[in-house]
């Protein structure tokens, strides 16, 4: 086979100056078919200079799993496997089996690094946090029940629905955060993020808070006085990882690539522009380096204007609701939070 020669080729490459801890990836085409492992193997050459740490969200959609571990062997490449959880057990039970039956032909222990159970399954309420918590316990012994006890197991949900259920089963807490979703300013965005991460590291028990989404719409339309665009997002990822770096703050970006295929069902026409590579694969969205942490570098001002920065003052902050030992469905949930469409 010439996937291994080809990716000892770049396992070993220089890193550039633009790292990320890790990237959410999904290895679809942009015409939605289903990817090949060359394919993946093309992405993961594409993405080295900037991490060697990937996020997928079903094993079993699109068979991706077998691809993606597939093309990450023999390097020093790790990724976080994630089951789809909606409302059909049919379809996490089939995500289920696949995982194991990766687990028989795959070297867990040499590229993963976490099982993540479901994402944002609460938030839509197709998932009750006692229903998801279930879940972790069942996909928790059903490793140990093969020797892979020692693989973390979590669920991603967003900061407002990662209620104690999912925080007593979970074995670090992974969390989602945008700011734009919340309509906050670009000023204030970063604060607004980490509030967030406080907030539910103050709830976690000494459990280990994971960002595993965050990120900035580079294009769309305005969520109030959150407003799309390339400086934008660009100031958002210095501004967070710069200031995550500085606080320890493990982070999985939002996202990889671009993806035409991304809903346009939502409050903002912005999920096909969160990649931080256009959807070509190859051409980085931003100038390079993406970031800089020195701390007299400044981004270009932000691009709002006047009008959009005074429309409104931002929101309050939502009460977060973590102590509540209620699920997901209840009616606080705030439905406004992350009126986003987030397709795996």
Request: proline residues 6%; charged residues 20%.
């Amino acid at each position: 086979m010439r996937l291994p020669v080809t990716i000892s080729l770049f396992a070993s490459a220089v890193l550039g100056a633009s790292q990320f801890h890790g990237l959410n990836y999904n290895p679809k085409r942009q015409d939605g078919s289903c990817p090949n492992v060359y394919q993946v193997q093309d992405d993961l050459k594409t993405l080295r200079p900037f991490t060697n740490k990937l996020r997928i969200y079903s094993v079993h959609d699109c068979n991706q799993g077998e691809p993606v571990l597939r093309a990450m062997e023999n390097t020093d490449w790790k990724v976080e496997l994630g089951l789809w959880v909606n409302q059909d057990d049919a379809v996490y039970n089939a995500d289920k089996q696949e995982l194991l039956r990766l687990a028989s032909v795959f070297d867990f222990t040499k590229q993963v690094d976490a099982i993540i159970v479901g994402s944002e399954s609460v938030y839509r309420k197709e998932q009750t946090a006692e229903q998801l918590a279930a879940k972790i316990r069942e996909v928790k012994a059903d490793l140990a029940k093969i020797g892979l006890q020692g693989i973390p197991v979590t669920t991603s949900e967003t900061w407002p629905t990662y209620y104690q259920p999912l925080i007593d089963a979970v074995d670090f807490v992974n969390m989602h955060g945008f700011p734009f979703w919340e309509g906050v300013t670009i000023d204030n965005a970063n604060n607004k993020i980490f509030q967030h991460i406080y907030d539910l590291q103050a709830a976690a028990k000494g459990k280990k808070v994971v960002v595993g989404e965050t990120g900035w719409p580079s294009d769309g339309d305005n969520y109030g006085p959150a407003v799309t665009g390339v400086g934008n997002a660009q100031r958002y990822m210095q501004e967070f990882i710069c200031r995550a770096n500085k606080e320890n703050i493990e982070y999985y970006w939002f996202g990889a690539f671009d993806q035409s295929w991304a809903s346009t069902n939502n409050a903002s026409n912005v999920e096909a522009h969160w990649g931080i590579m256009l959807n070509d694969y190859v051409t980085p969205k931003f100038q390079q380096p993406f970031y800089t942490c020195d701390a007299d570098s400044l981004l270009p001002e932000s691009s709002e204007s006047p009008e959009e920065t005074f429309l409104s003052s931002p929101p309050a902050s939502f009460e977060t609701p973590v102590e509540t030992p209620s699920s997901g469905g209840s009616d606080s949930t705030p439905g406004s939070a992350f009126p986003k469409c987030r397709s795996r």
